[in-house]
Structures are given as structure tokens and as C-alpha cells.
């Protein structure tokens, strides 16, 4: 059934778009959305609610831009459709002064020089917020392990572990 | 537009698949989703095992460790029956994508996959694996080896579903080591990869040695060669260049973007110094 000769050339057919309705918690809100179930999740926050926080770089899960929250854990927004959402639980950049912890990682960037051009920020963010809550035991090394999925081609990194080791030292 | 459809039970997705036979399966979807961005668009339901709570989850059973087709890497990485009888496949699945990627990649994924890099795959060989398959009215089981039939190409049969992975335990082997090369630390796609279980004599012996290459031909190589030229000895590095010698024989790599031929033998050859550290 995964045959990819078994795909049609040509235009598809059929009647327009039907969009489905997804509901979901997003940023603490209860939240009903009218998308074709295919739609990208980064496309989604980005277009249709119009939270342009989570970034696109490559669409294909290699820069981590796009890194957001789904049950707690780091998803990649260009690499989920939109139907996935339904009864999850989201939570994107714009939510990272929602909490204690989500503050200090936002003053930790700005104390330590972590931001330069800021693309890869809110991904970066998530992914600190997603192991600082979840290990705040984690090293160094562990630390560049949970951000290794997450490119930067400004800061060169030092400064971004250096903010992240900090508050990972306040969580403990 | 393509409809998403989240079926729970094994029932209503091979009703959906009797239905819709040109629906795709859908895991995480790191792979499908990148590949069906490059073509064309389609209409093509997709089937997504996210929600199937059979397909979830790792149990062990009679000495084999079970593990749901749709269980994420990340849950597998973590998972105290996989890190005490099958170490070896959860520092291997520790390599694939950063978190993020391995948060939604699952192992059937990686397996249906069945890229000579899929990193998974060598530890996978090693340990004997049997795939479970089910299809609407027939289920089979098949080594993880015959299953994966070229680069990309399985037996996957058209309506069939990879239910569970079943593995062995395998402690009694010691050392059990994962070793991949890329072009850099995080988010790299192995340029050539070693995966070894080895059980040791009290003596410090080699009683039992199974060494398998990923990247490095259309399939996983394992090479029986350079097994029996560790067994019964120490693991110097006399030994083990003549077991990688042995390898670099066996290998038919290829020149791509990553790297070229004559560096991935040396690869072959090298890589299993690294065993002499890793004891
Ligand atoms: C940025 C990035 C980095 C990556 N790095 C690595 C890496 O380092 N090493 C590596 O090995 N891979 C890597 N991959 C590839 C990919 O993440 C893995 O192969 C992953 O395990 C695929 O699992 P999935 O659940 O996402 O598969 P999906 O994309 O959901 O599915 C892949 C294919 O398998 C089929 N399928 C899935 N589950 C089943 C099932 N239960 N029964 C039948 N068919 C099924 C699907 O129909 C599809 O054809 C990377 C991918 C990305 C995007
Ligand atoms: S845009 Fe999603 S990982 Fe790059
Ligand atoms: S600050 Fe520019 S990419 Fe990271």
C-alpha cells in the first residue's frame, strides 16, 4: 500500500479542499481550527493563527527552527500535519514567558549574548525549556546533546549552551 | 488535499486499507513527509499508526524483548528492558536526527525505511530480530535479514502492517557497541557504521563475536569473516585489524555526496579498533 508507483501523474481531481475542524490546547487556550487535515503545523500556527514565532528554515526537519511542544515533548512543526493535533496539548514560543521556567530561559538568551540574527531562537528556546524542565541534572554535555538538533549559524553555540547550563544550575 | 486518518484498532485500519488500498502508512513521518514534499501532490489518504496503542510500547515475552512498530526512538533510548537485555540497539537509535527527530521517529519507521543507513538496521541484523506482519487476515514473521530485500526495498506486502519488532535478549553479550561516521557529531547521516556484540571468556577471550557495517552496501553487511578471526583470541589491535581487513574484503561500498569508495573501506578497516577502547 506505500508503492510510490502506484501514484497518479497529472492533476488531481476532486472536489475543493475540505477542511476539517481540529481541536487542541494551544498556549494554555482551548482552541478549534478549520484546516485541511494535511496542512503543515508550521503553516498552521504560522498562517492561520498567526503566531510567526516558530520559524521555517528547511522544511525537512534538519535545522530545528521549527521546534515546538506537543505533550511536553519537542516536535518538529514542518514535519506534522495538522489533524495530529487533535486533543493535544501545544505549546510554541509564544508561550515561554508563561512560566517560571520559560523566563528565565528567555533572560538567560538575553544575559548571555544567545540571540544574534534570533532565526534559530524560538527552536532553540523550545528545545532548552523542553530539558531544563525535563533533566535539570543535565551537564554540559548533556545539554549539547538536547540543543543538537537545533542550528545556529550566528553565535557559534558557546554563548546559547553557556544560557542554557545557567538555568538548568537555577532549576536544580 | 490528502485526508489524515487516526485508526485505534487493527480492525478499522485494514478496513480503511481494504477501503482505500492507495493509502499510505504514516509513523512519525520524518521520512514520508520529506519524501512526499519532493513529489508531486496527490490525494492519497494517510494512515497514521499514532493513535493504534498496540503498536506503542515494549513488553518482553518468553526471553524476547517485543517492541511496538510505532514506539518512538526516544521511548526505546529510555526504556530499562531495552537498555539491560539489547543496549546495543538503543545506542544506536541514540545517533538517528537530534531529539526532536528521534521524539517522532519510530522503529518501524526506520526499518520500512530500509536506507543502507538507516542506523537501527545493523544492530537490528546482529541481534537476530523477527519482524511481526499483519495484514487483514494473515499474520507472518520474518528475520529482520530477509525482510529488507535492497536500498529502500522491502517484503513489505501490499496491506500489510509491521505490527512489532522481537528481539532476542541478548546480555551474555558484554560489550555491545554502536560506532557511526558522519560528516559531523549531531544530524548526521552515517557515512559507514559498525554495530558488534561480543561475549567474552572469564580469560578475557573471544567466546562469541557478531560485527555488522551499516552505509557501506545496497544492505547491512555482516561479515562471518571477520568474526571467526576474533574468535578465541584477545581483542588487540593485532586481532582487530585482521578482522577488519577481513571486512574491507567484504564491502562493496559506494561513492555519493558523503563520502567516496576508498574512504569508506578504510572505514571498514578502522572501525573496529575501536573495539580494543571500548573494552
Ligand atoms: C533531519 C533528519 C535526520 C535523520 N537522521 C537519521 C539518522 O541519523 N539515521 C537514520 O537511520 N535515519 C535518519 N532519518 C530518517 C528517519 O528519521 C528514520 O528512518 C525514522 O526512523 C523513520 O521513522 P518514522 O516513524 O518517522 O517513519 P515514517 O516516515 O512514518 O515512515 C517511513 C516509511 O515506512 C512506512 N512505515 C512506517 N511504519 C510502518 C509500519 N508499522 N508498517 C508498515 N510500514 C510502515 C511508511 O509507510 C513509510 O513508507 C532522519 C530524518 C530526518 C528528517
Ligand atoms: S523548518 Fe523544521 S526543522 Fe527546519
Ligand atoms: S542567532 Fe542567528 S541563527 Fe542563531
Known sequence: MNDEKQQD??????????????????????????????????????????????KEGCGTGECGACTIMVD?????????????????????????????????VRDAFVTHGAVQCGYCTPGMAMAALAVVRESPEADRPAIREALSGNLCRCTGYVQIIDAVVHVASEER | MRPVLFPTTLAALFDIVEHQPDARLMAGGTDLLVRLRQGPADRRPLICLERMARLNGITT??????????????????????????????????????????????????????????DTLPPLYLLDARLDLAAAHATRQVPIAAFITGPGRTDLRSGELLTAIRIPM????????????????????????????????????????????????????????????????????????????????????IDDIRATTAYRRDLVANLPLRLGAAT
Request: hydrophobic share 45%.
Open chain 2, 61 to 118: 515475552e518468553n526471553n524476547t524483548v517485543i517492541i511496538g512498530a510505532a514506539t518512538p526512538l526516544s521511548a526505546i533510548i529510555a526504556d530499562p528492558l531495552v537498555q539491560r537485555h539489547c543496549p546495543l540497539l538503543a545506542r544506536a537509535a541514540a545517533t538517528v536526527g537530534g531529539p526532536a527527530i528521534r521524539n517522532m521517529a519510530t522503529l518501524g519507521g526506520n526499518i520500512c525505511t530500509a536506507s543502507p543507513a538507516g
Open chain 1, 72 to 104: 511536553g515533548r519537542t516536535r518538529l512543526a514542518c514535519l506534522m500535519v495538522a489533524a495530529q493535533l487533535e486533543g493535544r496539548t501545544v505549546e510554541t514560543v509564544e508561550s515561554l514567558a508563561d512560566s517560571d521556567t520559560g523566563r528565565r
Open chain 2, 170 to 253: 541478548a546480555e551474555r553479550f558484554g560489550l555491545q557497541h554502536f560506532e557511526k561516521v558522519g560528516r559531523r557529531n549531531a544530524l548526521a547521516i552515517a557515512v559507514a557504521s559498525l554495530a558488534a556484540l561480543i561475549r567474552l571468556t572469564p580469560g578475557g577471550r573471544v567466546a562469541e563475536a557478531r560485527l555488522a557495517w551499516g552505509s557501506v552496501g545496497p544492505c547491512v553487511v555482516r561479515c562471518s569473516e571477520a568474526e571467526a578471526r576474533l574468535t578465541g583470541r584477545r581483542l588487540t589491535s593485532e586481532t582487530l585489524r585482521a578482522a577488519g581487513a577481513a571486512a574491507r574484503a567484504a564491502v562493496t561500498p
Open chain 1, 9 to 54: 501523474a497529472g492533476v488531481p481531481e476532486g472536489p475543493p479542499e475540505k477542511s476539517a475542524v481540529i481541536a487542541f490546547t494551544l498556549n494554555g487556550t482551548a482552541v478549534t481550527v478549520h484546516a485541511t487535515p494535511d496542512r503543515r503545523v508550521i503553516d498552521l500556527l504560522r498562517e492561520d493563527l498567526g503566531l510567526t514565532g516558530s
